[in-house]
């Protein structure tokens, strides 16, 4: 039994995978993996996820630059989940330029945008500037 | 529209829900909401989450006194995600009696445990000392 076996993968075959930077310890994406994408993590060091959208591999950054070198990979008790630490390249993680997904706290009853886009998502999947 | 519209409950009607440590920046928990969980976690200030095991919702802490006092909530962007500040009754968040659910590390293909039990599962969940 390898380590991959002991992962408690979902009914789909996924297991959840939170992002946290390493440096600043934020939270910065809850990303979903499969077992080969649990294994390209890994191998390569750079996480790779499992998109729901696209049913298929993704290789965070691939398309945005955003990369996430993976120092550090743990295992929750029952969960399904995974927790990385990261060091995330261009100090955006998320898809609308932020630095981080969680980017809307609740306060007195509504989501509050607390953090700024730090740059354009038409710059950062801009035609021709992708690194697939 | 609430804000509790504004969540992207996932085809079971659940959130994934992180708990942080609002003090270290740990990650301490995922476990998962539905409309009521998170909604009683906001009304009360206590996370209460929902059981897919036992199929109920869970007031974490009712039976181990664990509880976790929220400090803030957390939207994502899309990933069906929030993401709590938590401060962490007893400094035990897992039910093995773990600072943490993430207290194995990935090292050279295996999972190695790096986290001390800190108090008996048996002692926190002994009959009678419940707190439901």
Not at 75 to 90: I, N, P, R, W, Y
Not at 114 to 119: C, G, M, Q
Request: hydrophobic share 35%; proline share 2%; with cysteine.
């Amino acid at each position: 039994m390898t380590w991959l076996d002991q992962v408690p993968w979902n009914e789909h075959g996924l297991v959840a995978a939170i992002a946290q930077d390493a440096a600043s310890g934020k939270v910065l994406t809850l990303a979903w993996m499969n077992r080969e994408a649990l294994e390209q993590t890994a191998k390569t060091g750079q996480a790779v996820y499992w998109s729901r959208s696209r049913n298929k591999l993704w290789r965070k950054g691939e398309e945005s630059g955003h990369a996430q070198k993976v120092r550090e990979v743990r295992l929750d008790c029952d969960a399904d989940a995974v927790l990385l630490q990261v060091e995330q390249a261009g100090g955006i993680a998320c898809h609308t330029g932020r630095e981080r997904c969680f980017y809307r706290k609740l306060d007195n009853g509504r989501w509050v945008e607390t953090d700024p886009v730090l740059k354009d998502p038409a710059a950062i999947y801009r035609e021709g500037s992708g690194k697939k």
